[in-house]
């Protein structure tokens, strides 16, 4: 068991506790001494006059060697947890992004969560422990956002551009909601108190998986890698994802909490798959930093090697409105945690080849929609040329 407040439930190899909790403080959308553009500064172009001004939205065409039939459909190049779950959702929509590069437009739901990680990894990398204050941790985040209205005036526009300038309102809304989950966040953990710093931030996991006929890469980006130690005096890796959606609501049969508990979980356990196999040819051998007590004593810890113990989902929002915090026990030994990755390794290999297999016939109705309302395959296909992906063509 983990050293620290938290109570853990071991069931399955699952740390099935859920903590909740919920950010009451005012919010505060301006920074007072600091120069940090704030939410109520809108950001134009100065010759922009109105959407008129904007090019009209891009049109996708088939490379012209696709066709529906006989024709040749180029390889992907890799795999990673987001790709797989998504053919595993909905081939088509993987067809879509993965292999004809289609782009969803940003969305301000989609970039509330990129500003939120750029702040949060910014506030663990360039701020000392005693400065990582909810004031400075707000400030990250509207310099993140001014950052990115600068450098993607277009998208900004979209998204909060009216004929005759922005929606100010609506982005500071926006802004709200944002600082609003980055509450929900400190509501969590005090990031002057952990018990140590974060090993490794925005980490870049890769390596190269074996299927029946072909080597492919995996590869992905774990959000924050912690040294913890346990009540035995054992220090062991946890990667922490944070995630800017709602966490799943577990109001289910035992049965069915299990399954959404084990998806939730499963893109980490890709990420701790990577880190091992990574961690083979790397020239570390184990990872070390200074463990806080409780009672303020400071200590050097160095992890019993490179493997992943632990995972954690940083939930920002639940149907409350709260924070929430799910975790997970690979194993406490090492035999332990080899057999559940295993699995999510054939998993992995087992999605490659039904890619690969749909590929190779070079049909592209092969890859079918799903039903799911909301997924984003039904108006992707809207924005292609006519007669070459439309709901003639793939049903």
Same mark, same amino acid.
Request: aromatic share 8%; net charge negative; glycine share 6%.
């Given at each position: ?8 439930? *071991? ?25 940090? $553009?704030?939410?109520?500064? +809108?950001?134009?172009?100065? %010759?922009?006059?109105?959407?008129? %001004?904007? $090019? ?7 490379? +012209? ?7 040749? #459909? $180029? ?12 053919? /595993? ?11 004809? %590069?289609?782009?969803? +437009? ?23 422990? +005693? ?20 450098? /993607?005036?277009?998208? &900004? ?80 890796? @946890? ?8 966490? $799943? ?11 959404? @508990? !084990?998806?939730? &979980? ?10 091992? #196999? ?7 051998? @184990?990872? !070390? ?28 929002? /639940?149907? %409350? ?20 990755? /295993? ?6 290999? @087992? ?15 092969? *890859? ?28």
């Amino acid at each position: 068991m983990l050293c620290s407040s938290l109570s853990f439930c *071991f069931r399955s190899q699952t740390l099935c506790s859920v903590h909740r909790v919920h950010a009451t403080r005012v919010l505060s959308t301006t920074s007072e001494g600091s120069d940090t $553009p704030t939410f109520f500064e +809108p950001l134009l172009p100065k %010759n922009f006059t109105g959407f008129s %001004n904007l $090019p009209p939205t891009r049109s996708y065409t088939l490379p +012209p060697d696709v066709t529906t039939g006989d024709g040749a #459909l $180029p390889f992907p190049k890799s795999l990673s947890p987001s790709s797989a779950l998504e053919f /595993n959702k909905c081939p088509q929509s993987y067809l879509l992004r993965y292999i004809l %590069n289609y782009k969803d +437009p940003q969305t301000p739901v989609m970039l509330k969560g990129t500003i939120i990680h750029s702040a949060l990894e910014k506030l663990y990398k360039d701020v000392r422990r +005693p400065d990582r204050t909810r004031q400075r941790l707000h400030d990250l985040l509207r310099q993140s956002w001014s950052d990115y209205k600068r450098t /993607n005036s277009s998208s &900004f526009l979209e998204m909060f551009g009216t004929d005759s300038g922005t929606d100010v309102q609506a982005e500071i809304e926006w802004g709200k909601s944002a600082l609003s989950l980055l509450d929900n966040y400190l509501e969590i953990e005090d990031p002057r108190s952990l018990p140590s710093d974060p090993v490794g931030l925005e980490k870049w996991v890769k390596s190269n998986l074996t299927s029946s006929s072909s080597t492919f890469l995996v590869r992905g980006i774990i959000d924050r890698l912690d040294l913890v130690q346990t009540d035995r005096g054992s220090v062991d890796l @946890r990667i922490t994802d944070y995630k800017s959606g709602k966490a $799943p609501n577990l109001k289910y049969s035992p049965a069915m909490n299990s399954k959404i @508990r !084990e998806e939730s &979980f499963w893109q980490l356990k890709v990420y701790a798959l990577l880190h091992g #196999l990574q961690s083979e040819t790397s020239k570390e051998k @184990r990872y !070390e930093a200074q463990v806080v007590s409780d009672e303020g004593n400071s200590t050097k810890f160095s992890s019993g090697g490179l493997g992943v113990r632990y995972l954690r989902l940083i939930y920002l929002n /639940n149907i %409350n409105g709260e924070g929430e915090v799910m975790e997970y026990d690979l194993g406490e030994t090492e035999e332990e945690r080899e057999e559940v990755l /295993n699995v999510t390794r054939e998993e992995l290999v @087992r999605t490659w080849e039904e890619i690969m297999e749909l590929v190779e016939k070079g049909d592209i109705k092969e *890859f079918r929609h799903c039903e799911r309302k909301f997924c984003g395959c039904h108006k992707a296909r809207e924005v292609f040329v006519d007669g070459t992906l439309s709901e003639e063509i793939i049903k």
